[in-house]
């Protein structure tokens, strides 16, 4: 089955921690992206990768990092998390960035303490 | 700055009747304009996308407009049914992708 899969589901941990919340794509899709979604915000792209070793920033960049060792995973790396932090996470997936749909995974509800 | 915004929060409507979503935008040139459905807890679902070279699209119950003109697009979703009760982002994009905050739509039986 296609899919995108993200872990863990749901975090609760304390400010300054470093944590990675992996996402994994079945497709072979070549692009791939991080998104935030907060109440009356919507989604907010943190990074996106239009391919292996190729990443940019989105909106929301700070306090993130990603990588793209592989076509398949794009981790999300918060190195010092911070409570402003707290969201909830969606990675997503699809064939190329321009015209394509995304398919995006169930989310990673992260609280920051 | 660029802006996207959708026309209310939430809206309610009966069943059987046709809901309209708008989806404004300002300072962008987008190539495209998708549409998602979002459920409670799970991740948006693609339902449809338009091009900039496009005035009109379709499938089964959905139609969309995008007017670059006026910079907006509207998603009619025709003989609603609970089961359409979600919220609806639209979702604007080159490279990059910028959604709006969503509608939140209930129909009620």
């Known amino acids: 089955e296609a899919q995108v899969t993200q872990n863990p589901r749901y975090l609760i941990t304390v400010t300054g921690k470093k944590l990675t919340v992996t996402c994994s794509q079945n497709?072979?899709?070549?692009?791939m992206s991080w998104y935030r979604q907060d109440p009356g915000l919507g989604l907010r792209q943190i990074y996106y990768s239009m391919n292996v070793e190729v990443t940019d920033k989105g909106d929301v960049p700070e306090g993130y990092k990603v990588s793209r060792k592989e076509k398949r995973n794009f981790p999300l790396i918060l190195e010092s998390p911070s409570p402003n932090q707290t969201s909830l996470y969606f990675c997503?997936?699809?064939?190329?960035?321009?015209?394509?749909?995304?398919?995006f995974g169930d989310g990673t509800r992260l609280s920051i303490l | 700055s660029q802006k996207i915004e959708q026309n209310s929060e939430a809206l309610n409507i009966q069943e059987g009747k046709t809901a309209t979503l708008t989806c404004n935008y300002t300072?962008?040139?987008?190539?495209?304009l998708q549409w998602y459905r979002q459920d409670p807890g799970r991740g948006p679902v693609f339902l449809l996308l338009?091009?900039?070279?496009?005035k009109e699209k379709r499938k089964e119950r959905l139609k969309v407009t995008f007017d670059t003109t006026l910079k907006q697009s509207l998603f009619h979703i025709t003989a609603s049914q609970p089961a359409d009760s979600a919220t609806y982002l639209c979702a604007l994009g080159n490279n990059d992708m910028r959604f709006g905050a969503g509608t939140r739509l209930t129909v009620k039986p």
């Open positions: 497709m072979n899709h070549e692009y």
């Open positions: 300072n962008y040139s987008p190539a495209y």
């Open positions: 338009i091009r900039e070279n496009e």
């Open positions: 997503a997936s699809s064939r190329g960035a321009d015209n394509q749909p995304q398919h």
